[in-house]
C-alpha cells in the first residue's frame, strides 16, 4: 500500500495522510492545508479512486472485515 500511496500527488497524499494518519477531521485538514473544505473532500474522493484502481477495484477496509 506504501507504494501506491507515494504514487499520488503530494497534495492528494497530504489530505489521505492527515485524515487516516492524522485522525484529523475535514474541516482541520482544510485549515491545516489552507484549502477549502470542498477541496479536501475532491481530494479525498480523488485519492480513494486512484487507491481503489491500484488495488484492482477492491476496498481493502472492507477485505479486512470479511475474514
Excluded at 491545516?32 to 473532500?41: H, K, M
Amino acid at each position: 500500500m506504501t507504494g501506491r500511496l507515494a504514487g499520488l500527488a503530494k497534495r492528494d497524499r497530504d489530505v489521505v495522510l492527515l485524515l487516516a494518519l492524522g485522525g484529523l477531521a475535514h474541516a482541520e485538514v482544510a485549515e491545516a492545508l489552507g484549502i477549502p473544505y470542498g477541496t479536501v473532500a475532491s481530494r479525498l474522493n480523488r485519492a480513494r479512486r486512484q487507491l481503489r484502481k491500484a488495488l484492482g477495484g477492491v476496498n481493502p477496509l472492507e477485505e479486512a472485515h470479511d475474514g
